[in-house]
């Protein structure tokens, strides 16, 4: 097959996988979910002759590389807005839960929340994106045997965490 014919059908493909990966880790802002993804298909058809046969997890990287981009223009408009003085909770659209309003099992995102960026990404992609520790390889740019490493560390300080919100009454309020 072409480049081409190799880019189609990797966007065929896995459309629909990258933009969940990429919607999880925007957590709630959906109005950049298609951007970022629209970002991480340009890069790879300008790419497309580096796609490896099987692309999923070098897709992957690529959202990340993205998502990374994302997050930090989000963080330079937000900085703009509060510069000017036109932020939302001075308008009045700030929304707050109520007090019962907790969801079912946020205490592991709670957790999760409190580990290191690096640590949140190798667990969601082996729990969210379902990848063996040879894909996340690949997603994070680094030998099986790192990965792997960085895996296991990452369980245990999920572990650690959880346990500390449990000894001290943060979780199943």
Known sequence: ??????????????YWAVSRYVARRLDGRNNEVEEVVAEVFTVAWRRRADLPPAPLPWLYGVARN??????????????????VGNDESAHGRQVAAGPDEEAPGSW?????????????????????????????AVVLGCGTRAAAMRLHRARRRLRAEIDRLVVFGGAGR
Do not use: I, K
């Open 1 to 14: 097959m072409s480049n081409d014919e190799n880019f189609a059908a990797a966007y065929r493909e896995h």
């Open 66 to 83: 993205c998502l990374s981009n994302a997050v930090r223009g989000y963080g330079r408009r937000r900085r703009l807005v509060e510069r």
């Open 108 to 136: 592991v995102h709670e957790a999760l929340a409190r580990l290191s960026s690096a640590d949140q990404e190798v667990l969601r992609l082996t729990a969210w994106e379902e990848l063996g520790v040879e894909e996340v």
